[in-house]
C-alpha cells in the first residue's frame, strides 16, 4: 500500500515507536489512530494522540504499509560498488522532523570501505546532528547502522557520532538548502 496524505491509519499490533524529537523508545498499542506525516527512506513519521512517532521499515506493517525491499549486490562487486551503495543506503536515512536525507543535510563527514580476509566488509562512517542536543542522535546513528548492514557482505558498521567540525547549514547540498528555505 502506498502512503497517502491525510489518510488515517491504525496500528494493526503492538509496535516498537520512538518519540520524535526526545528520541525516547516507546509503543504503540493495536487500535492506536494516526497519521503518517512523512514516509521517507522505508521509515515512517506518524501523528498519533497529538505526538510524532518514528517506526522502522521492518515494521511496516503494523500500520499497513511494506517493508523495504532486500538489497542484490552486482556480480564481482568491488569496495567502490560497496562505498556507492552505501551512501545510497545512507540517503534513506532521514531526520524524523524535516524531509531530506542525512547526506544531502551535511551530516555525514566519511563513509570508509574495508575488505576483510573473510570476504566481509567492514565500514567505518563519521557523522555528525545539526545540534548537539538532538534527542534524536542516537536513533539516526541506528538507523545509519541498520541500512548499512542490509548490504550484502557489511558486518558490524563502526558508525561514530562526532562534533568537530560542528555542522552548519553550509554543509548542506544546494538541493537540501532550497528544499529547507536555507539558501
Not at 558508525?159 to 538541493?175: G, H, I, K, T
Request: charged share 25%.
Amino acid at each position: 500500500m502506498r502512503h497517502q496524505e491525510n489518510t488515517p491509519i491504525v496500528v494493526s499490533r503492538d509496535v516498537k515507536a520512538v518519540l520524535v524529537p526526545a528520541g525516547i523508545e516507546v509503543k504503540l498499542r493495536t487500535g492506536s489512530v494516526g497519521y503518517i506525516t512523512q514516509a521517507l527512506g522505508g521509515s515512517f513519521t506518524v501523528y498519533v494522540e497529538g505526538n510524532l512517532f518514528r517506526i522502522a521499515g521492518d515494521d511496516a506493517d503494523a500500520i499497513g504499509m511494506e517493508p523495504p525491499k532486500a538489497i542484490e549486490l552486482p556480480p564481482n562487486a568491488t569496495d567502490a560498488d560497496i562505498e556507492q551503495l552505501a551512501w545510497e543506503q545512507m540517503k534513506t536515512c532521514f531526520d524524523p522532523e524535516i524531509p531530506v536525507n542525512i547526506v544531502d543535510l551535511g551530516l555525514i563527514y566519511s563513509c570508509d570501505i574495508k575488505s576483510q580476509a573473510d570476504g566481509t566488509r567492514a565500514v567505518a562512517v563519521r557523522m555528525t546532528l545539526t545540534a548537539p542536543g538532538c534527542g534524536m542522535g542516537e536513533v539516526l546513528v541506528q538507523d545509519v547502522k541498520d541500512k548499512l548492514l542490509l548490504i550484502p557482505t557489511i558486518v558490524n558498521p563502526d558508525v561514530e557520532l562526532v562534533f568537530d567540525p560542528p555542522w552548519d547549514r553550509e554543509m548542506m547540498s544546494e538541493a537540501a538548502r532550497l528544499q529547507t528555505g536555507m539558501m
